[in-house]
Structures are given as structure tokens and as C-alpha cells.
């Protein structure tokens, strides 16, 4: 596995790795995606000995103070192969030097939320309200 930041997208290729995981959301509009991956602070990948993408992790940040991991998505037929915790810790060691390293999960009571807060306190992480924080957003219509 071969961990490396990208900032060149193929559309169908990252659609593909974003529908893997059920983000229909992004995945629906490939170039809108590869937009939003350009625009990203920075994209790390994993990839296999073949190229092929295995696993994706891009970051929200000013560069100094704040980075947010905004997606971590790893190819299902992939997990459990610490994929996932390779491009979460390259991502950590780039932004040491930020006071604020965050990121948002689905809670803990939806189906993968029990398995995904338990990886991220295998990693160090903290919840919000361990850390004395709280984080909101803004209810949108989805439709």
C-alpha cells in the first residue's frame, strides 16, 4: 500500500471509491466531486501495488491553525487492512502544528456509528464534549 497526497482526480475512479461506501451524495456528480477534491486543502490516497485506489482522506484548513478532516472513505472489500488508520495518521503528522485537528462522525446510536467512534478512540481522538467543545450546524433541505 502505497500512501501519497494527489491533487489530479479521475472522476470515475473516485466516484466509484465514494459509491463504494453509499456517499450517493457526492458520488452522483463526478466532476462536482473532483471539484470539491480540488478545492480541498489536501488529498491523501492509498493505493494498491497495482495504482488502483484503495482509500481517500482530504482536509478543510487554513494551513496554521485548523484542520478538518472532512472525508475519510475506504474502499469496503478494503477495511479492516489499516487503511483507514494510514492516511488518518499522514494527515495528523502534516498538520502537528495545528492547534485544532477535527472531525465530524455519524453518532454514535446510527449503524456505523458505534464502529466508527470506536476507530477514531483507537486513534486518539476525543469527542467534542470530552475535549469541552460542542459543534452545530445548520439543519438544510436535502432535498
Known amino acids: 500500500m502505497f500512501i501519497a497526497e494527489e491533487d489530479v482526480f479521475d472522476p470515475e475512479e473516485v466516484r466509484r471509491l465514494y459509491g463504494s461506501v453509499g456517499w450517493e451524495g457526492y458520488a452522483h456528480d463526478a466532476d462536482r466531486l473532483v471539484r470539491g477534491l480540488r478545492n480541498s486543502h489536501l488529498v491523501v490516497t492509498a ?67 458505534e464502529r466508527n467512534h470506536a476507530f477514531y478512540r483507537s486513534l486518539g481522538f476525543l469527542s467534542y464534549e470530552e475535549k469541552g467543545m460542542s459543534g452545530f450546524g445548520l439543519p438544510l433541505n436535502r432535498s
Open 47 to 113: 493505493r494498491d501495488g497495482s495504482g488502483a485506489l484503495l482509500g481517500l482522506a482530504r482536509t478543510i484548513s487554513d494551513g496554521e491553525h485548523i484542520a478538518y478532516v472532512q472525508d475519510l472513505l475506504v474502499d469496503p472489500a478494503h477495511h479492516r487492512k489499516g487503511i483507514g488508520r494510514a492516511l488518518v495518521e499522514h494527515l495528523a503528522r502534516r498538520y502537528a502544528h495545528c492547534r485544532f485537528f477535527l472531525l465530524s462522525t455519524d453518532h454514535e446510536s446510527t449503524p456505523d456509528g
